[in-house]
């Protein structure tokens, strides 16, 4: 597609219950992000993926996050025994390279609206 | 660490007024600075972005910020607001070999007609 894709667009969940949520690029862009933004809060940084380079977790809340991502393609986020202050919108986003190289812009995803009850 | 902060949360204006949103950030090096846009339904799409030179950057639909560097600023700029400019509006800030992008909490506008 042309754009970031994320399933699924909403999710509703069990306190306890494990969610998975998927993000598939814009083909060809190495960078990943994930982010969080809850209820009237800005957007929170999760973990970066750059091609085969190691991930930068240093955002992921707690050990109950976890994020793969196989080579340049699709990335999933993990959230495992899920507590209600998990409810939030997870968004993905894409880059053509790194920030750090030029400063390169994201390309966002729709979002994923988690709700955990 | 570099934090971002808006202080106006919600905004509303008429159309043809002027829009001043602000952008104030906490980092004392050399900063990489943006401004997103969500319009309603829409994905998070970039604005505009600051990284060297021109301190006055324009960006897409008549948008401009101003880098003020002794003020920590990125004000987000619109000499006449339209209808179609009713949006939420993030500014963020990325340091220069780092790979977060530091998002504020935003600024929800409304432009009635």
């Known amino acids: 597609g042309a754009g970031v894709s994320q399933s699924p667009s909403n999710k509703v969940t069990e306190k306890g219950k494990d969610v998975e949520l998927r993000c598939d690029p814009i083909s060809g862009h190495t960078a990943l992000y994930w982010y969080r933004q809850r209820l009237g809060q800005g957007l929170e940084f999760l973990i970066y993926f750059q091609g085969n380079s190691a991930p930068d977790k240093s955002g992921l809340p707690s050990d109950r996050f976890s994020a793969e991502r196989t080579g340049e393609s699709v990335s999933t986020l993990t959230i495992q025994r899920t507590q209600q202050e998990d409810s939030a919108v997870y968004l993905c986003a894409s880059s053509l390279q790194s920030i750090r190289a030029s400063g390169e812009k994201l390309f966002f995803g729709s979002g994923t609206q988690l709700s955990v009850l | 660490a570099q934090s971002v902060s808006q202080h106006n949360h919600h905004v509303i204006l008429s159309e043809a007024a002027s829009l001043e949103l602000g952008c104030n950030y906490s980092?004392?090096?050399?900063?990489?600075l943006f401004w997103y846009v969500q319009y309603p339904g829409q994905h998070l799409q970039l604005l505009l972005k600051y990284f060297s030179g021109d301190p006055l950057v324009k960006g897409i639909k008549g948008f401009e910020a101003e880098f003020i560097k002794s003020k920590f600023s990125f004000n987000l700029r619109k000499p006449s607001v339209q209808w179609s400019d009713t949006a939420e509006y993030f500014c963020?800030?990325?340091?220069?070999?780092?790979?977060?992008?530091?998002f504020g909490t935003g600024t929800r506008l409304l432009v009635s007609p």
């Open positions: 980092y004392g090096g050399t900063v990489n």
């Open positions: 963020a800030v990325n340091v220069p070999g780092f790979q977060k992008l530091v």
